[in-house]
């Protein structure tokens, strides 16, 4: 028996602690909104936090998840349901064309935000370069990234 | 193809409603139930649809059902307004991110003159009965639904028109529509269409050619810039892609198929499969021999899918490869070397005096171009959930053919079509991969086998190695220039593949009226195909995304030995305004080739200094009746580290229904072209695809990505899509660009095979 704190509710999750937190996170606890690409940290669909930093759930044995704190896209937005910045520009420069990696990509951005509140396109591109999009919305995920981080500072929030 | 096809028409489609409801009430529940414990049944179960029955000319019969659907108004099957305002628009195709599911509503919405902000969108069911076409493939869903839509909207506008002036006394001809209401003009009276649901349901629905169409001017929703309608969802992690269905009791299940297509399973070590943690069951396929549906394989049936994967993993198969591919790439490779000097096989086109155009010219260019195969890798791998009981199957798939699918699985099960549903689920990326169903007839049968409900999924690696492959090929070229500086002569022997001796592999094909064939006088192509098993099929912009590559870099080829500049050379290879195909209104038309053309030039500064060491390219391609120009902007430093700046688009589709969605179509299919271009190929060797994740299949990654800007000719023709006549231009204009950065040439894809580096 697994004890998994994913988006501040404890888990008790009856499965083998080599199982990768992905699988976990969609077949166990019906979080589907964290996605399988490649299975092996190339692609980026699994982003998740750890601790706030990002890490890639398909590779990531759901044992070294005991007594961390766990956020999936489904965690982003605030208790009462308002939207992470990320997740308001994201729909306002409609980035998403399939959209199946889209929470992979806002969970590595919100956490490149964590990071760095004012990032430049470079820095941009060095921390999201791990995340592939087939349908190729780099453009607008740039675009939407420099929104978010300009409302943000204007805001005077700390993500 | 016109789309008043009087089958899909709002009005007719009401009667098939009604049959079409009837039959599914048998299909999907085993007792006889009665229209109205459907209705009821379908509105608990939620995911399901509740379409609203229209009978007597009228939707108020519904109401007569006693359903809670009463005083709904359902003029057809893609709308429902509620008492409360709020207008629920069914989208009827498949969602693969080419953005229909909200291109669709919004025409619709446009014809009803809907507030945006009142229209909710849910996919609609499959019954092509009803809808017509339900398919994302070709770049035809707009071109296709597009009258269908509009005049769905505006039964419904015209209807709600008639309540209104009933109820005030008026004649209908005085009142008018804005943002979900109806106003008669000069008392100012209005009313929300919700208030009206109940009487416009009373009234006889027009027929849906009496219906006055919104004149382009007054457009006030279409050619905005709209955010996509599953936006929210995705952004916050909502269940929608086909990965992400869940049915009570659900097992899970993963299939081996051998690696080099037509393998047969020799024997398989089931019974330690049987033995791991979580596996319920382990079993053969012998499957169909159809490579659309069921090949041989193992199927293992598990808890979870990561116990599925696991077992597969200690899966050990000993398979029999008497029938299977023994391709090899390399080796085609080297044969096609060897043909390029030799005349082609088989003359497909010999028109004019080639070979005196040849004798005659000021210059000519002889030059040998390759592309390789390639795999769609949609970021979402296959996957599909089947539930096979009592004699039939309910499928949830993310599929660009649902309809096909639905045959392709009774096919394999040998069951009636009748006996199949099937559920459109949001789809993780299509690229034309999944125009092909044989992962929903591997569910199906895996779920007939064990008597459960199954979610097949594949890995990453499955996918990679069971694609129906982009076909790779061979173009050795001869081209002139006569002492004028004009194209005189172009000769192609194109070497391709063929499994059959007799026709090229799906896709891998030269057709007739390929550019620039309607366009020089003297124009003769020559085909010889080599033996070829493993299956290839359409991949965005078929044929196009690699014949643009080769024809529109060696037009340019030409350009430079005749020292002209490409534009000029360009617009003189169009020559006079006419359509290339009389009569054909999605054949090229050369005044929207050169409008598009220009504006590209126009907005990318052509002919303006650059910094040193830039260069621009210009290409031209047509495809999938779309008019569209590029122009690259790129530097390569001395390690052929290669930098795409920046790409300006030009395109002519018609009216853009939304611009936003046109735009990101346009940004992707650079993205996705200079993606393919760059890095990616599959190879094969004795019969296997060597890439199999992408560490080896190197999509472009952000760092990558060029500016990019979308521009539009918004003319009067007929709207089309813009899913893939974006692509083909892209990977030709770049390697003009770096011809026109290095003076080097680029004929071989992708370029990481010349050197190139990002």
């Not at chain 2, 000519?364 to 979402?380: D, I, Q």
């Not at chain 2, 089947?386 to 499928?395: L, S």
């Not at chain 2, 992707?668 to 060797?685: K, N, P, Q, R, Y």
Request: net charge negative; proline share 5%.
């Amino acid at each position: 028996m697994l004890r998994l704190n994913v988006n501040g509710t404890e888990h008790a999750v009856d499965v083998d602690g080599s199982t990768p937190l992905l699988w976990v996170l969609r077949d166990n606890l019906g979080l589907v909104g964290t996605k399988f690409g490649c299975g092996k940290s190339f692609c980026g669909a699994c982003t998740v936090h750890l601790n706030g930093n990002p890490v890639r759930s398909c590779s990531l044995a759901a044992s070294r998840g005991v007594g961390q704190k766990i956020t999936t896209i489904e965690g982003l937005a605030g208790e009462d349901g308002t939207l992470h910045p990320l997740q308001d520009v994201w729909i306002e420069h409609d980035v998403p064309q399939c959209g199946y990696c889209q929470a992979g990509q806002i969970m590595a951005a919100a956490s490149l935000l964590k990071r760095n509140p004012m990032p430049s396109d470079a820095d941009i591109d060095t921390a999201m370069q791990g995340n592939l999009c087939r349908c190729g919305t780099y453009i607008r995920i740039r675009q939407a990234i420099h929104a978010a981080a300009k409302r943000l500072t204007d805001k005077g929030e700390v993500t | 193809m016109k789309g008043n096809d009087p089958r899909f028409s709002p009005n007719t489609s009401l009667r098939e409603v009604v049959r079409a409801i009837e039959a599914d009430s048998q299909t999907t529940t085993a007792s006889d139930l009665s229209r109205r414990s459907f209705l009821k049944l379908s509105g608990v179960a939620g995911g399901g649809l509740v379409l609203a029955l229209c009978l007597g000319g009228t939707s108020r019969a519904l109401t007569a059902a006693g359903s809670p659907l009463t005083t709904e108004f359902v003029p057809n099957a893609f709308i429902r307004v509620s008492p409360d305002g709020s207008i629920l628009i069914y989208s009827k195709g498949p969602e693969i991110g080419q953005g229909i599911k909200t291109a669709f509503p919004m025409i619709i919405a446009e014809e009803l003159d809907a507030d945006w902000s009142d229209v909710r969108v849910e996919q609609a069911p499959i019954n092509t009965a009803v809808y017509g076409r339900q398919k994302a493939g070709g770049s035809r869903s707009i071109a296709m639904s597009w009258d269908q839509l509009r005049r769905a909207g505006a039964v419904a506008r015209s209807m709600l028109i008639s309540a209104a002036a009933e109820r005030w006394g008026v004649p209908a001809a005085e009142c008018t529509t804005e943002d979900s209401m109806v106003i008669h003009r000069s008392s100012g009276r209005r009313l929300n269409y919700g208030e009206l649901a109940d009487e416009a349901a009373a009234l006889p629905v027009p027929a849906d050619d009496s219906v006055t169409l919104k004149e382009r001017k007054d457009y006030k929703l279409l050619g905005k810039r709209v955010s996509g309608v599953d936006n929210y969802k995705l952004v916050t992690g909502q269940a929608l892609f086909g990965i992400d269905q869940d049915v009570p009791g659900m097992l899970y299940a993963a299939y081996e198929k051998c690696p080099a297509t037509g393998g047969r399973v020799r024997a398989a070590n089931l019974d330690a499969i049987r033995s791991l943690p979580g596996v319920k069951d382990a079993f053969v396929l012998e499957g169909n021999g159809l490579t659309t549906e069921l090949m041989p394989g193992v199927a293992i049936v598990a808890s979870s899918t990561w116990a599925a994967f696991d077992a597969k993993r200690q899966l050990r198969v000993t398979w029999d490869e008497t029938d299977a591919s023994k391709d090899s790439w390399s080796s085609a490779v080297s044969r096609a070397r060897e043909l390029a000097a030799e005349p082609g096989e088989d003359v497909l086109i010999d028109k004019g005096e080639v070979d005196h155009a040849f004798a005659s010219a000021a210059a000519t260019v002889e030059a040998f171009y390759t592309y390789p195969f390639v795999s769609h890798a949609p970021l979402e791998p296959q996957n599909c959930t089947a539930w096979y009981r009592d004699g039939g199957v309910e499928i949830w798939a993310p599929t660009q053919t649902p309809d096909s699918g639905i045959g392709n699985v009774a096919h394999t099960l040998g069951i009636d079509r009748d006996r199949i549903t099937l559920h459109q689920t949001r789809v993780g990326g299509g690229f034309g991969r999944r125009l092909i169903n044989d992962y929903m007839c591997e569910a199906a049968a895996i779920s007939e086998h064990v008597g459960a409900p199954v979610k097949l999924q594949w890995t990453r690696e499955d996918d990679m190695a069971h694609d129906f492959y982009r076909p790779g090929g061979f173009h050795s070229l001869k081209g002139s220039v006569d002492a004028a500086g004009k194209l005189s002569g172009w000769q192609d022997h194109f070497i391709t593949f063929s499994e059959d001796g007799q026709t090229p592999i799906s896709r891998g094909d030269l057709p007739d009226t390929e550019f620039p064939a309607l366009l020089v006088a003297n124009y003769r192509t020559t085909q010889t195909m080599l033996p070829w098993t493993t299956p290839s099929g359409p991949w965005r912009a078929p044929r196009s995304n690699a014949l643009a590559f080769v024809i529109q870099s060696f037009l340019h080829e030409l350009a430079v030995a005749a020292g002209r500049d490409h534009l000029e050379f360009l617009l003189e290879v169009m020559g006079a305004p006419r359509w290339l195909e009389p009569g054909n209104d999605r054949s090229l038309n050369t005044a929207r080739a050169a409008s598009v053309i220009k504006l590209a030039a126009e907005k990318a500064g052509w002919g303006k200094p650059l910094p040193a060491g830039r260069g621009r390219g210009l290409a031209f391609h047509f495809s999938h009746a779309g008019h569209f120009a590029e122009v690259a902007e790129v530097s390569v430093d001395r390690n052929k580290t290669l930098t795409v700046h920046r790409v300006t688009v030009a395109g002519d589709i018609g009216p853009i229904v939304n611009m936003s969605g046109a735009e990101n179509q346009c940004e992707g299919a650079v993205i996705d072209g200079l993606s393919t271009m760059l890095g990616l190929e599959v190879t094969m060797e004795q019969g296997r695809v060597q890439e199999s994740n992408f560490d080896q299949y190197p999509l472009l990654s952000i760092d990558a990505a060029p500016q990019v800007q979308a521009h539009f000719i918004q003319s009067d023709f007929p709207p089309t899509g813009v899913g893939e006549p974006a692509l083909p231009p892209l990977a030709p204009a770049v390697c003009n660009a770096i011809f026109a950065a290095t003076g080097y040439r680029a004929r071989t894809l992708p370029l990481s095979r010349e050197g190139f580096r990002t």
